[in-house]
């Protein structure tokens, strides 16, 4: 069975500053998707960045990109020049080609300080 | 504005009752699915639904029990065999399922056994 680790359980970060969130997985699959997902204080989570498995190029949208890493199994979260708004849980998450659910991971809380 | 809306955002059970959350999406999206999320594990799946009349247990279906009559509805209902049921239950719904694009959430239901 796939799963997805997030070995920091909290964050913490200066405005403005740049912020690297971890995750690795195991899976024995070649063709799959990861995704970030934010969940801010009000529980909604939020789709951050996607990444498949079979693109070398690393996934961005504006201050946030991910560092893929497929033979290490790794798929960080970058976010750059941080906001207040940033804080939140952020979860990543696994899903094989064709499969029915997202397996994530334990999640990690941010916290963005003034 | 198309979405997916849980009700209610809170939920209060007493011992041995069963209550039911409700999750309604107008996305037109074929998969649902149904998570629980606890402090420190992420979220699990309890159940999901690629089409109507039809659906299979998650990770942890045990205690839980789901329709999907609707393609627009898939209510989950807690029975009185869960032994922890206290929890943030989410559900979500996707395009068809093997989507890479990932899920849309609902905002959730806080549930707590008083």
């Known amino acids: 069975a796939q799963t997805v680790t997030q070995s920091q359980p909290e964050m913490s970060v200066q405005e403005a500053e740049t912020v690297t969130l971890s995750c690795t997985y195991d899976t024995s ?59 939140a849980m952020y979860f990543c998450a696994y899903r094989s080609r064709g499969a029915q659910k997202l397996v994530f991971g334990q999640g990690t809380r941010l916290t963005i300080n003034p | 504005d198309g979405g997916i809306t849980q009700s209610p955002k809170y939920l209060f059970r007493k011992e041995g009752q069963n209550v039911t959350l409700s999750c309604e999406q107008n996305l037109n999206h074929d998969a649902m699915y149904w998570y629980r999320q606890d402090p ?65 959430f609902g905002s959730g239901t806080r549930l707590t056994v008083v």
């Open chain 1, 29 to 87: 699959e070649s063709d799959y998707y990861l995704f970030w997902y934010k969940q801010p204080p009000s529980r909604q989570m939020i789709l951050v960045i996607r990444q498949e498995a079979y693109k070398q190029q690393n996934a961005t949208e504006n201050r946030f990109s991910v560092n893929f890493q497929k033979a290490a199994k790794s798929f960080s979260l970058k976010i750059s020049d941080s906001q207040l708004g940033d804080a």
């Open chain 2, 40 to 104: 420190g594990q992420g979220l699990r799946l309890i159940y999901y639904s690629q089409i109507v009349n039809d659906f299979q247990k998650g990770d942890i279906a045990e205690g839980y029990s789901v329709s999907r009559e609707k393609k627009e509805s898939f209510p989950l209902t807690v029975t009185s065999a869960q032994k922890n049921p206290t929890a943030f239950y989410l559900c979500a719904s996707s395009i068809r399922t093997g989507s890479d694009y990932g899920y849309t």
